[in-house]
């Protein structure tokens, strides 16, 4: 019974909607590879059948949008049938971002809570840096990414700092955010009891405060480590950086390689996911540790 209800509410759902976006995708291909393959066909006095010419728009050694197989074909190859120190590893590649990507959120996940932990016990740093914490995300990364590396890189700052520091930049902000509310979150009831023990500001804090805030830190966290992906790979590309997965993107680009292209962008969604689930894994961990229970069980 359980299984059945896992499958129809769950698994169903979710498989229906990949099915249809392969669907789609196929369908995209074709149309968008289309008009190229009939110019090589026209050049070549080539005639083909309906379905010969399906095939060769899906087989394309540079299309202009690659099937769904020919990229998890190269996404299969270039992670499992390459030593994980080749160049042309998806696995070496994501292990370049994730050092950045890790650095970065680390530090976005530190100076977050710092600046959540000042906004709630000063009034007047939510009213003078808010907005300017706020506004600091109206600024488009692709902007803010070629600032960085050349500022960094005039004093001989380069490497891993760089990447690391987009992604800080992109990850601090919805972690102060989570903590702020998180933070808040006790209600005046709780609050009154807290003074009613006599419990100091910092007694306050630690005992009633910052449990509560746990739940919002790790969901602001997951949006946080994603984000930190997304800067870590920008952060790749105006270094013209040789490794990490933003390296596989200009490559690709350069050389019209656009099934490189599309592997590098699987591979990147892929290290996303992973980590996601791993900051919602240690969130679980850090809940029951807490003292909370899994819903739609007994006490």
């Given amino acids: ?120 016990h000063v009034r007047a740093l939510e009213r003078s840096l808010m907005p300017w914490i706020i506004a600091s995300q109206m600024v488009p990364i692709l902007a803010v990414a070629p600032m960085v590396i050349v500022v960094l890189g005039a004093i001989n700052i380069t490497g891993l700092l760089p990447k690391a520091l987009i992604s800080t930049y992109l990850s601090f902000f919805p972690v102060t955010v989570g903590m702020v509310k998180g933070l808040r979150s006790p209600e005046l009831i709780q609050l009154d009891l807290m003074r009613t023990y006599n419990a100091s500001g910092a007694q306050t804090f630690w005992k009633l405060r910052v449990p509560a805030s746990i739940p919002f830190l790790f969901t602001s966290m997951k949006v946080a480590i994603a984000a930190s992906v997304v800067g870590a790979i920008v952060g790749e590309l105006p270094t013209g950086a040789v490794a990490g997965i933003g390296s596989k993107l200009l490559a690709g680009a350069y050389y019209s390689q656009t099934i490189d292209i599309w592997a590098a962008l699987i591979a990147g969604s892929v290290l996303a996911a992973l980590l996601v689930a791993i900051v919602a894994l240690a969130g679980k961990v850090a809940d029951r540790a807490m003292g909370s229970k899994p819903m739609g069980r007994p006490a």
Avoid: C
């Avoid at 394309?60 to 590893?89: C, G, I, M, W, Y």
């Fill in 1 to 120: 019974m359980h299984r059945e209800k896992l499958f129809q509410h769950r698994i169903l759902p979710v498989a229906t909607i990949v099915l249809v976006i392969i669907a789609i995708w196929y369908a995209g291909a074709y149309f968008m590879n289309a008009p190229f393959q009939r110019d090589l066909d026209r050049r070549g006095n080539v005639t083909s059948t309906s379905l010969e010419f399906f095939e060769k728009t899906m087989a394309q050694p540079k299309p202009t949008l690659p099937a769904p197989h020919q990229v998890a074909q190269n996404v299969f190859e270039n992670t499992f049938l390459r030593r994980v120190t080749s160049n042309r590893s998806l696995v070496y590649h994501a292990g370049v971002t994730l050092s950045s990507t890790v650095v970065g959120f680390t530090l976005g996940t530190l100076l977050g809570i710092l600046i959540a932990v000042g906004i709630v």
